[in-house]
T-cell receptor
Framework: GENVEQHPSTLSVQEGDSAVIKCTYS??????FPWYKQELGKRPQLIID?????GEKKDQRIAVTLNKTAKHFSLHITETQPEDSAVYFC?????????FGDGTTLTVKP | DVKVTQSSRYLVKRTGEKVFLECVQD?????MFWYRQDPGLGLRLIYF???????EKGDIPEGYSVSREKKERFSLILESASTNQTSMYLC??????????????FGDGTRLSIL
């Protein structure tokens, strides 16, 4: 089955700096890669996703890149703000079944 | 806005009990999922369903079963609860017919404690 590894497990940055979270996957059949943000005590919510026919996608301060050959994808957050502090999960999906990474706890220090 | 509602936020049960966790979505989604979330382990898929009366095993189905009698409702059943099933359980739904790889919408979760 699919295996998704996510790094780092914790990340601390100063407000205004950039943050990068990386994921690798094992199943070349995976073709959909969403990222979810989970604030403390709340439900995970989609923040951005990318499909296998696209190499990069951007939405304001958030971007995701995908390298299908190397089987890795990354989340980039620029100009971080304290409200970006949360746990971020990557996932790799094929035929509707998603496998999630273990999560990255991002702390943005004011 | 999609609403996924889980019947309980907190639940305490005893070892050996049969436990039912209920999930209802209001967006006519075809696909529904049950995950458990444990610290440092991400979200692990227990079971999922693409249609009424249809179910597929996820990565950790042992000790669990599911029921989907109606499109909007997906139930997770712990046949004989054990302490290692103490966890946060998240339900999610996504997509229309044939739309498998779509964003998932999660419920608020049920924190289940087995004593």
């Amino acid at each position: 089955g699919e295996n998704v590894e996510q790094h780092p497990s914790t990340l601390s940055v100063q407000e205004g700096d950039s943050a990068v979270i990386k994921c690798t996957y094992s199943d070349s059949a995976s073709n959909y890669f969403p990222w979810y943000k989970q604030e403390l005590g709340k439900r995970p919510q989609l923040i951005i996703d990318i499909r296998s026919n696209v190499g990069e996608k951007k939405d304001q301060r958030i971007a995701v890149t995908l390298n299908k050959t190397a089987k890795h994808f990354s989340l980039h957050i620029t100009e971080t703000q304290p409200e970006d502090s949360a746990v971020y999960f990557c996932a790799a999906a094929n035929a509707g079944k998603s496998t999630f990474g273990d999560g990255t706890t991002l702390t943005v220090k004011p | 806005d999609v609403k996924v509602t889980q019947s309980s936020r907190y639940l305490v049960k005893r070892t050996g009990e049969k436990v039912f966790l209920e999930c209802v979505q209001d967006m006519d989604h075809e696909n529904m999922f049950w995950y458990r979330q444990d610290p440092g382990l991400g979200l692990r898929l227990i079971y999922f369903s693409y249609d009424v009366k249809m179910k597929e095993k996820g990565d950790i189905p042992e000790g669990y079963s599911v029921s989907r009698e109606k499109k909007e409702r997906f139930s997770l059943i712990l046949e004989s609860a054990s302490t290692n099933q103490t966890s946060m359980y998240l339900c999610a739904s996504s997509g229309g017919a044939g739309q498998h790889n779509q964003p998932q919408h999660f419920g608020d979760g049920t924190r289940l404690s087995i004593l």
